[in-house]
């Protein structure tokens, strides 16, 4: 398994998220530098590349192309930097510490309308469609007696992150069920920590994903929707990104790195056994439970324009992202 340097684990409220994106924007000069030439060679002629991930399931396959050497095929050498929140990736990415990072959708479409120079190399994950597994629901606790999305009217629902891609997918996903949102109450617990705090009634529902969605299962949770594939099925979900300095100075490196990235999504996809035998290291998870877990779906290229119309379409709905700043959401795909 590839090291991975750990990154301080950040919380930011929206308004700190806001305040942090706009100090970005104004130091954004002098935190890239000069921007210069391609990014030179490490010895043999391999260029290094700081990538910042996180530790989900949908990181698995980069993590896996890197131990497998398909990254080293391309002359690229990773180093791999482990951080708890996409908050702490941006920054890191924005700054010239890392090269490339993970991130959702909509905090990129956030990031691109607050005037950060940030663009997607490459598609992460995606939604998938029924009758296909999933990786990500809203659920309720046993003995609940919510029966639909609809029955959640006056509810407390948890999310990862307020004010973000799960948030916004909920609002979707209530609003579709005809749920008066103004009676709703979104609360932000992490993930991790959801199955308990669930059973213990702190909320009526929350969005879970893997691996935590299955442990709550197995403790009697209910799942009751999958929000995303309401926004849109397969909708695109996340991506791997770089800052357009970096980009438009290193072509090439870009480009290395998208085909290192495709073949190592093509493998994971062929090779789910040897997928869920790594993830237990990565993730420091049980192998049992690695082994009943839903993957999800890692599509090929980049994430589809429809995709990021209507995540960009539910965000401005929300108030979260004002379409003056980005009349165009397909802005953040990287130029070819």
């Known amino acids: 398994m590839p090291t991975a340097t750990p990154v301080r684990r950040r ?17 954004i000069t002098a935190a890239c530098g000069s921007g210069g030439g391609e990014q030179a060679a490490g010895p043999g002629g391999v260029a290094q590349v700081d ?74 994950s995606s939604a998938g469609v029924d009758p296909e597994p999933i990786d990500e629901a809203i659920v309720v606790p046993a003995g609940s007696p919510v029966q639909s999305v609809a029955d959640l009217r006056g509810s407390t629902v948890a999310v990862n992150t307020l004010n973000n891609i799960v948030e916004i997918s909920n609002r979707v996903t209530l609003e579709d069920a005809g ?56 909708v695109h979900i996340s991506s791997w990104f770089g800052s357009d300095q970096f980009i438009k100075a290193n072509p090439d490196t870009v480009e290395r790195f ?45 994430p589809s324009e429809q995709s990021l119309r209507s995540l960009y379409d539910a965000t401005t709905r929300y108030g979260l992202l004002d379409p003056k700043t980005l009349p165009d959401p397909t802005a953040v795909l990287r130029k070819s």
Not at 11 to 27: D, F, M, W
Not at 179 to 208: N, T, W, Y
Not at 275 to 289: E, H, K
Not at 293 to 298: M, P
Request: aromatic share 6%.
């Open 179 to 234: 749920v008066d949102l103004s009676g709703v109450k979104f609360i932000e617990i992490p993930f991790p920590d959801m199955p308990a705090a669930l059973a213990q009634g702190r909320m009526q529902a929350a969005h879970i994903a893997e691996p935590h969605l299955t442990k709550a299962v197995q403790a009697g949770a209910r799942i009751i929707a999958h929000p995303y594939r309401v926004v849109q099925p397969d």
């Open 51 to 124: 990538v910042g991930i996180l530790p989900i399931v949908t990181n698995a396959p980069l993590a896996l192309g890197v131990q497998k050497g398909f990254f080293q095929e391309e002359g690229l050498a990773v180093t791999t930097h482990l951080g708890q929140g996409g908050a702490a990736l941006l920054p890191a990415v924005i700054s010239g510490q890392y090269d490339f990072a993970f991130s959702n959708n909509v905090s990129l479409l956030l990031a691109r309308s607050k005037g950060l120079p940030v663009s997607i190399v490459a598609a992460a």
């Open 258 to 302: 998208a085909r290192a990235l495709e073949r190592s999504r093509a493998y994971a996809a062929e090779h789910t056994d040897e997928v869920r035998a790594f993830i237990p290291g990565f993730l420091n998870l049980d192998p049992a439970l690695a082994g009943e877990i839903a993957l999800g779906k890692w599509p090929a290229g980049m």
């Open 11 to 27: 919380r930011p409220s929206r308004t700190r998220i806001y305040s942090g994106l706009a100090a970005l924007v104004l130091g």
